[in-house]
């Protein structure tokens, strides 16, 4: 009985210590418009409608600005800001292709244009 007791209390601390540190860790990295969907994760999961409606709230105040190419508002890896991104065009007369890379990890992705 106390080794189930004292297994149940362990699970618990390694399940707080890990929240905790994910969610710091994390909550110094995501956008600010995420930020209050972040700080309510620890009390409740916020509905599909509720992560909409602070996603176009973020749009409406342009706290968000999706890239013109790829549509994202952040970078998909580290969730560095889309205007952070690096640009780079390569094409002729025919076509153009756009290379973006995030300047913080590193990531990129090519759209033809
Ligand atoms: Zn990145």
Not at 39 to 60: D, G, M, V
Not at 80 to 107: A, E, M, R
Request: hydrophobic fraction near 35%; aromatic fraction near 10%; charged fraction near 20%.
């Amino acid at each position: 009985m106390m080794e189930i007791l004292s297994g149940v209390i362990l699970g618990s601390f390694f399940s707080w210590l890990f929240t905790h540190i994910y969610y710091k860790k994390s909550s110094a990295k995501i956008p600010d418009w995420a930020k209050p969907i972040v700080e309510k994760l620890p009390q409740s999961e916020p509905t599909e409608q509720e992560l909409l409606q602070l996603f176009q709230e973020a749009l409406n105040s342009r706290s968000a600005i999706p890239d013109p190419v790829l549509g994202h508002v952040a970078c998909p890896e580290c969730f560095s800001p889309s205007p952070d991104f690096n640009q780079t065009l390569y094409g002729d007369d025919s076509h153009t292709v756009v290379i973006k890379t995030c300047p913080q990890c590193g990531w990129s992705e090519h759209a033809e244009v």
